[in-house]
């Protein structure tokens, strides 16, 4: 149930029933203070102006016209124009109880799209590093998100396989292959990469050879592309390793790098050279955006095609997003990376919508993030000022949970021990991430994320906890429990459940705008008033059957939508801790 859309719609009409034009919006809000009752309609005010009315006078005539009867309790007119809504508790009541009756806690979304999600998108023979941990964290919570919300959610996984790198890379695996070098050698990416590139700097034989097997792969030659496959597989097995122990729901299937679209890019750019967008400048071809301006304050110029003939990284986006689109028939296509490359996206796009291969319909988004900072404020690098590998930061994260957890000294099993740490390990820092507007930049800070109070996965999984043992706890069966009723007696009662409806809302922000941190503080919110909740509202030792049933059902509710919330975001919960 989103409260906040069955209000506007109602609300709505009251507005055009009054006079306002159809295009009203009336500007529903959770309001911040409970005398402004439990949402607003902030939108009587622009109406009024619009029609040259009192904005309170026309408040008064909405009013007349407003059909929710049984939902609120009233609506008082406030300031200058607002309305304040104050919603019946008996329907709260009642809303909650369907709420717990239904899997899916009585959410729904009729408006299924089909959503391409381009996230992660690591490189090929490179480990991976923060700067995707981000993507891969963030990116994989959205497509949870959708998903809950019965879209169609397809994963891409936008690996970088392709690039004139790639006769180095074959070239130095064949040397490796030839020396019989282990397994072992061929798992360090990192080094991998840095002596493959060393070779090419440094042996002209080695870069001749180099060379050629670029021009051979790039023209289907069978080894390279045997030998560039293999490349392909060590990598993303590797990277299939983060992505279990993250929780991260890609698989090998959703790999779609850059290299399907390498046979799309000559048609692409005869096309937009034929439509007269790309044009010809030294041997280059160049789209020129009046939309961007260079530092002359020119139109700037976007290459599509390199003088050597190769295509570049934005040849490839105008590629995958019309694709996406004619292809993949989505509605929508949200791409995760890096704030560096939101201008390098909307120059692509721009293109793409100006060679007409997409419609305004479809929703082309960069949902880019800042960097990973570390506490002194610069980008975040190892002690000796490395780039931070993925696996690394990991184990890491595992050692530092399991010392937090020791010294708890709770009477945990060996086995259940190790099941709490890796999920408050893992769990930290993508909490961590997740919890933060991904736009700004963000300092990684073990001791904050690793800490029992604050808007922490631990925290949150503690909480989580607390309410299952109240049920370890109680003796009442999951039948009695079902039959009850609940009842909002106490002021605690009512706000817990207000809170437990409000969390559609969260979830569909955070399907629309690509923002799990909403999520993250909706939880924490929630978790408070849960705790305040308990500690005012006794439940097992009440004795009033009545009334300990119904707050029962308030707990109930709590720990699914606890539990559903932090599934949402990839974070596992445990039993006890
Ligand atoms: N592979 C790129 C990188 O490591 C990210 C790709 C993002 N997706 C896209 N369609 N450009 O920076």
Known sequence: MNIQTLLSNNIQQAMVAAGADVTCDALIRQSGKPQFGDYQANGIMPAAKKMGLNPREFAQKVLTHINLSGIVEKCEIAGPGFINIFLDKNWLAQQAKIALQDPHLNIKNNDKQTIVVDYSSPNVAKEMHVGHLRSTIIGDSVVRTLEFLNNHVIRANHVGDWGTQFGMLIAYLEKMENEQASEMQLHDLEAFYRDAKKHYDEDPVFAEKARNYVVKLQSGDDYCRQMWQKLVKITMEQNQLNYNRLNVTLTEKDVMGESLYNPMLPGIVADLKAQGLATEDDGALVVYLDEFKNKDGDPMGVIVQKKDGGFLYTTTDIAAAKYRYETLKADRALVFS???????????????????????????????????????????????????????????????????????????????????????????????????????????????????????????????????????????????????????????????????????EAVQVVGRDGTPHVLCAYLYELAGIFSSFYEHCPILNQSDEAIKLSRLKLAKLTERTLKQGLDLLGIKTVEKM
């Open 338 to 504: 890096d704030t560096r490359q939101s201008q390098h996206m909307q120059q692509a796009w721009l293109i793409t919508r100006k060679a007409g291969y997409v419609p305004d319909t479809f929703s082309l988004e960069h949902k880019n993030f800042g960097m990973m900072l570390g506490k002194d404020g610069k980008p975040f690098k190892t002690r000796t000022g490395g780039t931070v590998k993925l696996a690394d930061l990991l184990d890491e994260a595992i050692e530092r949970a399991d010392k937090l957890i020791s010294e708890k000294n709770t009477a945990l099993s060996e086995q259940e021990k190790a099941a709490v740490v890796e999920a408050v390990g893992i769990g930290a820092v993508k909490y961590a991430d997740l919890s933060k507007n991904r736009t700004t930049d963000y300092v990684f800070d073990w001791d904050n994320m690793l800490s029992f109070e604050g808007n922490t996965a631990p925290y949150m999984q503690y909480a989580y906890t607390r309410i299952r043992s109240i049920f370890n706890r109680s003796n009442v069966s999951e039948d009695t429990l079902n039959q009850a009723n609940i009842h909002l007696i106490d002021e605690k009662e009512r706000s817990l459940s207000l809170k437990l409806l409000q969390f559609e």
